[in-house]
């Protein structure tokens, strides 16, 4: 069986029940979707999967503390206080889980269209993308690091790192001697490899080319006009009926990368905050309690808006005893 995966608790219910509902209107309401709790706070998460058949917690506590424990052993001391060791590694417990073949897709994103192309590229290789991650790869990997080239060449480099929000892949594929193998790499002088402030994302990045999988990312192979943007940074995609357009191509998913959870809350609450697509977003999340939609007034605030800092701090940074 195949299905899609993501991982979420109670801090991000309105994402997740933004996605569930992209999954059901986009993909069909009887698509398989395994949830992995980022913690123990996932009691709204639970009450809203018991509306939904189709969609299930995942509870296997054994896989979970074994992937806890791999998370911790591949953040060696150097990087404790700055690989972020919390629940977003979870997402690994889809190498144990229900699915042959998965999706993953974060909590803050919603699918646009049909996930075929990704699954039929799963037939031909273990592990497939769809991002541009490649462009900035200062968030992977530690370029400073003299080894870092002797560990991956330049050309894997510019052409298979990835954004960890978004990919297909296979049950089974790190196997306790394959995890076993990873630890002992970083553990003999590759830790230094990994970008210290992004969690899972440079382990999982490390964990897949390290281990030579088979992978393509679609932003590479389709043909240039046909390739779409996925992240919400990007100003120019057009919404039409709820899914959204990249110079006329059909969107596969959109990612709300930067918009913090507490923002989105804030919204649902009736905050008038814009941020990109906010309306489709919203149109998802309330797609089946559409009276409960917040309705807004007045000029919205940007959700980066930063205030400008009050006198005293004004004169504090002056005198340099402030950043």
């Known amino acids: 069986m195949n299905g899609i995966c993501t991982l979420a608790n109670d801090r991000v219910y309105d994402q997740l029940v933004g996605l569930l509902n992209s999954i059901s209107a986009v993909l069909g309401p009887e698509t398989p979707v395994c949830i992995y709790p980022f913690d123990d706070q996932t009691e709204r998460v639970q009450a809203e999967i018991q509306r939904r058949p189709n969609v299930t917690l995942y509870d296997d506590a054994e896989s979970i503390a074994r992937w806890d424990q791999f998370m911790v052993q591949m953040a060696p001391e150097r990087l404790n206080q700055t690989l972020r060791l919390y629940g977003a590694h979870r ?62 060449p330049q050309e894997r480099i510019d052409r298979e790192i990835f954004c960890s929000g978004f990919y297909g892949a296979k ?14 790499q970083i553990r003999n002088g590759e830790a230094e490899v990994l970008y210290e402030g992004a969690g899972e994302q440079p382990v999982l990045n490390y964990m897949v080319m390290r281990s030579g999988l088979a992978s393509c990312n679609l932003a590479h192979i389709l043909p240039p006009d046909e390739s779409t943007g996925c992240s919400a940074t990007s100003k120019h995609f ?28 804030q919204v649902c609450a009736g905050e008038n905050i814009d941020f990109p697509y906010r309306d489709t977003f919203l149109h998802y999340r309330y797609l089946h309690e559409p009276e409960k939609r917040p309705v807004f007034s007045g000029t919205a605030r940007p959700y980066d808006y930063s205030p400008p800092p009050n006198l005293f701090r004004r004169v504090m940074k002056k005198l340099k005893l402030a950043n």
């Open 91 to 152: 997402r690994f417990c889809a190498f144990d889980g229900p699915f042959e073949k998965f999706i993953y897709m974060d909590a803050d994103t919603l699918a646009m269209d049909s996930m075929a192309r990704v699954f039929h590229q799963l037939e031909q290789c273990d592990w497939v993308v769809y991002d541009f991650q490649f462009r900035d790869p200062t968030k992977i990997y530690n370029l400073a690091f003299p080894k870092l080239l002797q560990v991956f």
């Open 171 to 184: 049950r089974g594929l790190f196997d306790q001697a394959q995890r076993d193998w990873l630890i002992s």
């Open 238 to 265: 057009v919404d039409r009926d709820h899914i959204l357009y990249d110079r006329g191509h059909r969107l596969t998913y959109i990612h709300y990368i930067g918009i913090k959870p507490q923002i989105i809350e």
